[in-house]
């Protein structure tokens, strides 16, 4: 699943970049912040999409941890808890309210890895599940835009991804 994941991905960031004339691609890149089961942690992605129609997309996503989040286990003993990367692949429906402003909610399959050390012990593992949201896009100077969204990640255990980025489009 992994393998298909990152190909999927690759092949929508491939994508964004080569149609750049028609207008219905973008790439954009931010901050994200997960709150998994009681863990706080952030990343940076990378995004890539195309709008198939003015009210139907799919784009891919690549995530990197940057911060884990130290979590009380009891007695003393505390893990640090964090992402080291994820991947997803979803179909968007969208809603242009203006030319500046839309609203979407999205579908897919996300995969990722996280680790959690403590006491000298490292544990990695990894989940994957059904991912879907819901956000917003902003745009101003023309393809620049700001988009923020909220992802929940139907994992082994519950996740919340709320995102905030830079979108361009071609």
């Known amino acids: 699943m992994k393998t298909i994941l990152l190909s999927t991905t690759a092949a929508l960031l491939l994508a964004a970049g080569a149609s750049a004339q028609d207008g219905r691609s973008h790439i954009g890149a ?23 129609t003015p009210f139907i997309g799919v ?3 690549a995530q990197v941890g940057v911060q884990d ?16 990367y994820g991947l997803a692949g979803f179909a ?13 909610a999205r579908i897919g399959y996300a995969w990722a890895e996280f680790d959690a ?4 012990l490292t544990i990695q593992g990894d989940e994957d599940g059904l991912a879907y949201g819901a956000g917003a896009e902003l ?18 255990g519950e996740g919340n ?3 905030l980025g830079y979108v361009r489009r071609f």
Do not use: C, M
């Not at 931010?30 to 709008?51: C, E, I, P, T, W």
């Not at 050390?117 to 000298?120: E, L, M």
């Not at 745009?139 to 082994?156: K, Q």
């Open 30 to 52: 931010g901050v994200a912040h997960f709150d998994a089961d009681g863990a706080n942690f952030n990343a940076l992605y990378v995004r890539g999409g195309f709008d198939l």
């Open 59 to 61: 784009e891919g996503e």
């Open 69 to 84: 989040d130290e979590v009380n286990l009891g007695g003393g003993l505390t893990a640090d808890v964090g992402l080291n």
């Open 92 to 104: 968007k429906a969208q809603f242009p309210v203006s030319e500046q402003f839309s609203l979407f």
């Open 117 to 120: 050390s403590a006491a000298g």
């Open 139 to 156: 745009s101003f100077a023309g393809p620049n835009a700001i988009r923020f969204d909220y992802t929940r990640y139907d994992f082994e």
């Open 161 to 163: 991804v709320w995102t």
